[in-house]
């Protein structure tokens, strides 16, 4: 695999990300028209998994901290709700960290970042 080439496991979570922030933030949007007091926090939340998608993509390695910090915040939300959705959510936050660290993905991030712009 050439150093700049992105491994497919990047592109998956990525568009993840994008799918989920762009749904999210259409999906809610309804409440932030009707000023439900949450609603330009779940927004805000939905525009950060975007840009996680989005330079996820282009190679930046700040994003993948993003994107675990993101799904981090997740688990955290979601221990105040049901122990199943806890469990859900922590076991997506270990497995997009063990995907995003891997050795491969490691060397795209660190090429990407090192490739003349």
């Known amino acids: 695999m050439s150093s700049s080439k992105r491994p497919i496991s990047v592109t998956i979570l990525a568009c993840l990300y994008l799918a989920v922030g762009a749904g999210g933030f259409v999906v809610h949007f309804r409440e932030l028209l009707a000023h439900h007091p949450d609603a330009v926090g779940i927004e805000v939340t939905e525009f950060v998994a975007i840009l996680c998608g989005v330079f996820l993509?282009?190679?930046?390695?700040?994003?993948?901290?993003?994107?675990?910090?993101?799904?981090?915040?997740?688990?955290?939300?979601?221990?105040?709700?049901?122990?199943?959705?806890?469990?859900?959510?922590?076991?997506?936050?270990?497995?997009?960290?063990?995907?995003?660290?891997?050795?491969?993905?490691?060397?795209?991030?660190?090429?990407?970042?090192?490739?003349?712009?």
């Open 57 to 117: 993509l282009l190679g930046h390695n700040w994003a993948r901290w993003l994107a675990v910090a993101w799904i981090a915040f997740h688990v955290v939300l979601s221990a105040f709700h049901s122990l199943s959705e806890f469990a859900l959510h922590a076991l997506f936050c270990a497995a997009i960290a063990w995907i995003l660290f891997r050795p491969e993905e490691s060397r795209y991030f660190r090429a990407a970042r090192s490739e003349p712009t």
